[in-house]
């Protein structure tokens, strides 16, 4: 059922304003409101004109997919939506509870979940199911699961179609590309040792690539590290196609972010665990370099459901989601402030980003880069932190801001994503408009102006510029990837809606997908890949 094309008249219902969903839920409603509330014509005070087939309210809320924040509206506003519904499998749930129970079962990480489970994790969400489809939705929101993707790695590249076929392409020395051999290619190519297996999330790191699969499972390749990307004594090993990563599993696995000398993962059920780096208590664990066994993040977010991680050189964001709303934590090394404490000091556990609550904005999506961290707030705003070198702050200037700061030459855009790397940062507008800044090596920035003077288009920007080139395309992007790593010249993706994926910076390697002129080492301008991953 689509609401907007139906010729039933809108309901309209009192306006509240937003606030956190255990609020909406925990208002009582005075009995004398209850008393006087006239829904429809002469319907008896308190009544719904359809409580007569509470079967067909629920197929409705269903269907409308409404966000948990409107089902907790409903509640406060009719007490209809509030009281029991008397429907299997809870007949103590009201509707509201029903339709969020209902949407949940339709997500790929909560349907294959026993009873159990979904109990357990409805009580470490806050004991609502409005607040669990408030959690998965939040994790769907900010890391493309189960949708397509591209991810511009260091040297090679990974893409992901909408069905989970999975191409690669680039750089291949220790096997990256899982094609069961060390040879470079040029174009993208399939990996068809994963047939038959649907791909939801990929990550990419120096010479290794990791991908999860709908059940939750890891498979990683090339180089053999959890920890120590660049240099250090692990990775004498090179596996050159997917292989399941044994300790993951018994843990169902939705995301995996790689540092330059940890691995972490989110479970579903939003706790999260990391490898390696435990020598000295980085990562709230004492455990050796080559340790292949995940430590579970000890400390504040024990019992906090975790939607999103992002890994930088040598730290680790986690995008948290409380009854009271969204939050950011951080744990690591802190020099450049890249934390967000307002100090320069390491976290050997994870610590709450306070300065978004200073600010009132309220966390919707974590990018970190080698050296700065960014987020996009659910109004839209974009905060960066950390190093400033090159500008990858946005904010002018090449100084550190050592707490969260408002881009403020982007408060006219409405963002929806950002992508971040080795001081450079990209901003995706709701309109598809794309933004960039930063460090401008190897053209991968996207500014190519129309003399082609080397000079220009190699500059750093130190406040956010709209990339024309993207918008000659006339498609709207709806996610950027960008190498993230010191090591390797950086190349950029660009996806639209409709799957065309476009890319630009160096190429040397055969990360761009396509074979390059002679003396040719890098493109300027977006080019478009010949997949298709809609």
Known sequence: MDATTSETPTIQYHNIPDQPITTIVATQLPTFQRQLRHCFGDSSPGEFPLSANPSIVLHVLTSCSLYPQDLAKLEATCSFFKKPANFAPDFDLSLSELAALDMCQKRAIFKPMTTEQQQHLKQRCGGSWKLVLRFLMAGEACCRREKSQAIAGPGHSIAVTSKGVVYSFGSNSSGQLGHGTTEEEWQPRPIRALQGIRIIQATVATRRTMLISDFGQVYAFGKDYFGEAEIGIQGSKMVTAPQLVESLKNIFVVQVAIGNFFTAVLSREGRVYTFSWGSDGKLCHHTD??????????????????????????????????????????????????????????????????????????????????????????????????????????????????????????????????????????????????????????????????????????????????????????????????????????????????????AFGAGDKGQLGVELGANQTERGKPERLGIDLG
């Open 289 to 502: 370099p080559n340790d292949v066994e995940p430590r579970p993040l000890l400390g504040a977010l024990e019992h906090i459901p975790v939607v999103q991680i992002a890994a930088g050189f040598c730290y680790l964001l986690c995008l948290a989601c409380q009854p009271s709303g969204m939050s950011v934590y951080s744990v690591g090394c802190g020099l450049g402030g890249k934390l967000g404490h307002g100090s320069k000091t390491d976290e050997k556990y994870p610590r709450l980003i306070e300065q978004f609550q200073v600010l009132n904005l309220q966390p919707k999506v974590v990018a970190a880069g080698a050296w700065h961290a960014a987020v996009v707030g659910e109004d839209g705003r974009i905060c960066t932190w950390g190093w400033g070198r090159c500008g990858c702050l946005g904010h002018g200037n090449e100084e550190c801001e050592s707490v969260p700061k408002v881009v403020e030459e982007l408060r006219d855009v409405k963002a929806v994503h950002v992508a971040t790397g080795d001081y450079t940062t990209f901003v995706v507008a709701d309109n598809g408009d794309v933004y960039s800044f930063g460090c401008g090596e190897s053209a991968s920035l996207g500014h190519n102006p129309e003399n082609h003077e080397q000079g220009d288009m190699h500059a750093n920007v130190l406040s956010p510029k709209l990339v024309t080139s993207m918008k000659e395309i006339n498609e709207k992007v709806v996610q950027i990837s960008l190498t993230n790593s010191v090591y390797w010249n950086a190349h950029t993706f660009a996806l639209t809606e409709s799957g065309k994926l476009y």
